[in-house]
């Protein structure tokens, strides 16, 4: 069965530090890969996603995940956080249509 | 393009009584999924629709719960009767037809409805 697990459930950083967000998936099929951010009480969007190709992904807000096929990893980083990164970032994996969540990382930036 | 639309935003209702949560996905999306987050759960899938017939409801908790699609563009999540455990963030998405490196392939959510039974 398709799974997908966050290394942490929670991380706090200090402003301007780097972060790295773990995420493993285990399926044997083509996926596509997405990490998606929660701020409080918002619904989820779109950081960024991987489907083919260059396996470093630039997304939005300064974020990237590397793809690293061998070891069925897709990890979030991001050099610098700034406060309002505090949020809840979810991985997720798509195979022929069906996505399936982490069960997300609480990330707090504290000033 | 509005985005997937889900009403209402907050639902608060009295154990026992019925619920339906709405759902309008973005047109020409081919498939529309429905989760329920909670803390202790984080995100769990209950259903998804391709082309308005569901595809997998593996996910849905038991026969209280129920999920339609009766054409593309509105589909509804019922819980009869309600209970306090169902009380949840539930999230509506869509997104176009897979699998395809398209570069607007992904899935979009709604704002979700905010259920609280008491």
């Known amino acids: 069965a398709q799974s997908v697990s966050q290394h942490n459930h929670h991380v706090i950083l200090s402003e301007a530090a780097s972060l790295e967000l773990g995420c493993n998936y285990s399926y044997g099929g083509t996926v596509n890969l997405f990490w998606y951010v929660q701020y409080p009480g918002q619904h989820l969007q779109l950081l960024l996603k991987?489907?083919?190709?260059?396996?470093l992904v630039k997304g939005i807000k300064g974020f990237e995940a590397e793809f690293i096929k061998s070891k069925f990893s897709f990890n979030l980083r991001k050099p610098s956080v700034q406060w309002s990164d505090t949020a809840e970032y979810f991985c997720a994996v798509s195979s022929w249509g069906k996505l399936q969540f982490g069960a997300g990382t609480q990330v707090v930036v504290t000033p | 393009d509005a985005g997937v639309i889900q009403s209402p935003r907050h639902e608060v209702t009295e154990m026992g009584q019925e619920v339906t949560l709405r759902c309008k996905p973005i047109?020409?999306?081919?498939?529309l999924f429905w989760y329920r987050q909670t803390m202790m759960r984080g995100l769990e899938l209950l259903i998804y629709?391709?082309?308005?017939?569901?595809?997998?409801d593996s996910g849905m908790p038991e026969d209280r719960f129920s999920a339609k699609m009766p054409n593309a563009s509105f589909s509804t999540l019922k819980i009869q009767p309600s209970e306090p455990r169902d009380s949840a963030v539930y999230f509506c998405a869509s997104s176009l037809a897979p699998p395809g490196p398209a570069a607007n392939y992904g899935y979009t959510f709604g704002s979700g409805t905010r259920l609280t039974v008491v």
């Open positions: 991987y489907f083919s190709g260059d396996p």
């Open positions: 047109s020409g999306h081919d498939y």
């Open positions: 629709f391709n082309n308005n017939v569901p595809i997998d």
